[in-house]
């Protein structure tokens, strides 16, 4: 089993920033993709930002050159850096992790953006 623990979430005004992290625990092997996902109330989940195993990232046209998403592998985390944080950005902030035959998800984390 894998756990995913996401934190620092919380409330921002508009331009502000926040770093949020995902720490995996468990039955861990190797290097495995990761990536941030965002639900805003009344939307469908979304992916916000991905990295690969080595490293590469991509991210959902919204946050482009807002959001940079990086990992530590030895700590087996993964975070997201948000920058001029908007409204638009409000959601529950989750974090994914692939294995082989498997994926798993953290409990997720509040961000709320105010205007």
């Known amino acids: 089993q894998v756990q995913l623990v996401e934190s620092g979430g919380g409330l921002v005004q508009a331009g502000g920033s926040l770093r949020l992290s995902c720490a995996a625990s468990?039955?861990?092997?190797?290097?495995?993709?990761m990536a941030w996902y965002r639900q805003a109330p009344g939307n469908q989940r979304e992916v916000v930002a991905r990295?690969?195993?080595?490293?590469?990232?991509n991210y959902a046209d919204p946050v482009k050159g807002r959001f940079t998403i990086s990992r530590a592998n030895a700590k087996n985390t993964v975070y997201l850096q948000m920058n001029s944080l908007k409204p638009e950005d409000t959601g529950v902030y989750s974090c994914?992790?692939?294995?082989?035959?498997?994926?798993?998800w953290g409990q997720g984390t509040q961000v709320t953006v105010s205007s």
């Open positions: 994914y992790l692939l294995t082989v035959g498997r994926s798993y």
């Open positions: 468990g039955s861990i092997f190797g290097i495995n993709p």
């Open positions: 990295i690969s195993s080595g490293g590469i990232a």
